[in-house]
T-cell receptor, first 116, second 112 residues
Framework: GAVVSQHPSWVICKSGTSVKIECRSL??????MFWYRQFPKQSLMLMAT?????????EQGVEKDKFLINHASLTLSTLTVTSAHPEDSSFYIC????????????FGQGTRLTVV | KQEVTQIPAALSVPEGENLVLNCSFT??????LQWFRQDPGKGLTSLLL?????REQTSGRLNASLDKSSGRSTLYIAASQPGDSATYLC???????????FGGGTRLMVKP
């Protein structure tokens, strides 16, 4: 299947700093990517839909100024957690579909963020 | 709003057993349904994708069925192995290119 690469796999940062997470589709183009968040022993919850060349669409309750999303190319979307706090500690996973064939969703490896 | 439920939440079985994981969804107007596997602290691995027009899909020891009208899907695992231990997630897509709505997952433990 298609490959989605997410980087970094884990990050520890101090409270108040910003963290950028990258999501790349390696062998296909994705006009739309999705960012999910997963708390321990819970399922994935959609945070936002990232659209190439336009503004992201955020789910209710997700602060767009805190979770900045940029989708500048057909193969790269970034999620920046600004002024991170301990409650932002979570597992963040991105997903993409091939714009050409696109029925199956592929996921990145996830990023474990710990804010201390 | 689509809601996806998975039963059971956790399952522990001895090696070799055949088992069934259940997934139900409230809005039957789906585009497709996917089953994923997630190992602790890892991302998601796609196992099977069933389009709305399909009844089932098979891959090795895995078989997934879909009954769209009743809002149900099952994942059948034959001859379970300790390596099958993981969390299995069911996710529904309502429109082409749209996001997935996930169930809460089933944590499976296969004991040697």
């Amino acid at each position: 299947g298609a490959v989605v690469s997410q980087h970094p796999s884990w990050v520890i940062c101090k409270s108040g700093t910003s963290v950028k997470i990258e999501c790349r589709s390696l062998d296909f183009q994705a006009t739309t990517m999705f960012w999910y968040r997963q708390f321990p022993k819970q399922s994935l919850m959609l945070m936002a839909t990232s659209n190439e060349g336009s503004k992201a669409t955020y789910e209710q309750g997700v602060e767009k100024d805190k979770f900045l999303i940029n989708h500048a190319s057909l193969t790269l979307s970034t999620l920046t957690v600004t002024s991170a706090h301990p409650e932002d500690s979570s597992f963040y996973i991105c997903s993409a579909r091939d714009s050409g064939s696109g029925t199956e969703a592929f996921f990145g490896q996830g990023t474990r963020l710990t804010v201390v | 709003k689509q809601e996806v439920t998975q039963i059971p939440a956790a399952l522990s079985v001895p090696e070799g057993e055949n088992l069934v994981l259940n997934c139900s969804f409230t809005d039957s107007a789906i585009y497709n349904l996917q089953w994923f596997r997630q190992d602790p602290g890892k991302g998601l691995t796609s196992l099977l994708l069933i389009q709305s027009s399909q009844r089932e899909q098979t891959s090795g020891r895995l078989n997934a069925s879909l009954d769209k009208s009743s809002g149900r899907s099952t994942l059948y695992i034959a001859a379970s192995q300790p390596g099958d231990s993981a969390t299995y997630l069911c996710a529904v897509c309502n429109n082409a290119g749209n996001m997935l709505t996930f169930g809460g997952g089933t944590r499976l433990m296969v004991k040697p």
